[in-house]
């Protein structure tokens, strides 16, 4: 299978001021192309440092993409480095020009003089059109290899890459497909997990197997090779029909779902509401669903009852009930959960109540201790938990939602 390398150009990116989205995009579209990006290379505003990672890139695979440092100012170097690469001259594209010119007079306004640089091209080299912007991208052989470089602002790289330059790959298509699909589970840490699928995660083996682990989720990632896209759709779905028998519930979701997509198209599907209680998460589990478009159908509100004047006055837990067994227990969780239902008319109702930390844990109730209760038309269930006493607060926090989420999840 042919080889790619991404390299993305920014000091900001390389001081990590900026996340760069550019690179995950880009390997994913070349994927369906036959291309495996095997590096993912950074660098800062430095032509000297731009132009060996470009050779680095060029004598190691097949091809090169390249984003940033295309626009107009002293610290968009990619044009010099390229020519510099090719040793080849920079000539102004008069194509290009014009289109740079007729971007800005399009919006009323007049042309920069700085912008000019933008229409300078190695000797060669083919411009690419851009579409939603000022900076054409450069098409150039680098050796043997082929060179896109493309602009840095993400709107702008994607009109251009899936305008210019995927049919142009997908034109010279040849030497298979890699597809990809990642299963997402939640209840098993990594290392018993991966003991389950240990012969699956064999070197060498097609498909491809292998965990990634945040916050609890643990993703199991299938690469499959084919000759084709059929023949790599066989094998992805072989695989992942052998994991999904292995695993069982253990999978919530594919590739980007979350705990929170999930449970909210379970609700809506039996038509059912929720409403959430919270203390040591802080309303993390109310954002969590409330970040998925259409959750009103099913979401009706929470309460962050971090003191436990809160818990009483809103929830209607009791006070001797705090009293007897503490804030951070199995009793006051599920009252949390049932005051929940009957404060916002729910069929069910979630509530956490824990230790973060990083500090105020106990002998008795460490750090990482939190209790996770379900209302449901049925029954009451309460859980707990212990994400570590020397796990970081975030941390906690995030599995707890997690949990809570899975809870719901498994219940329903």
Known sequence: ???????????????????????????????????????????????ADIAAALRQ???????????GGLGPTADDLTRPALAAVAEVPLEEHAPSLDQIRAFFAARGREMPPANVVQALIPRGARALPNPVGTAPGIAITLGRTACYALPGVPLEMRAMF?????????????????????????????????????????????????????????GVRIYAAGADEAEAQRLLADTEAELRARLGDLVFGVDDETLAQVVGRQLRALGRTIGVAESCTGGMIAAALTDVPGSSAYFRGGAVTYANEAKTAILG???????????????????????????????????????????????????????????TPAQNTVREFRFGHDAPRDVIRQRATHAALNLLRLLM
């Not at 390997?27 to 430095?46: E, K, W």
């Not at 890139?57 to 984003?67: E, I, M, R, S, Y």
Request: a negative charge; hydrophobic letters at 45%.
């Open 1 to 47: 299978m042919r080889t790619a390398w991404i390299v993305s150009i920014g000091t900001e990116l390389a001081l990590g001021q900026t996340v760069d989205t550019n690179s995950a995009w880009l390997a994913q579209r070349l994927l369906r192309l036959g291309f495996r990006p095997t590096h993912h290379a950074t660098v800062t505003d430095d032509e």
């Open 57 to 67: 890139a060029a004598g190691a695979a097949d091809l090169v993409l390249v984003t």
């Open 162 to 218: 899936t305008a210019a330059v995927e049919p142009e790959l997908r034109a010279r298509a040849a030497g298979g497909v890699l597809l990809c699909r990642k299963l997402n589970t939640f209840g098993l840490g990594e290392s018993e997990l991966g003991a389950r699928i240990a012969d699956l995660m064999t070197r060498g083996r097609n498909p491809e197997v292998g965990t990634t682990a945040g916050y609890g989720v643990v």
């Open 317 to 375: 837990v009791p006070t001797d009930l705090l009293a007897q067994h503490g804030a951070v227990s199995a009793p006051v969780a599920e009252a949390m959960a049932v005051g929940a239902a009957a404060r916002f008319g729910t069929d069910y109702a979630l509530a956490v109540t824990g230790i973060a930390g990083p500090a105020g844990g106990t002998p008795d109730k460490p750090v990482g201790l939190v209790f996770i209760a379900l209302r």
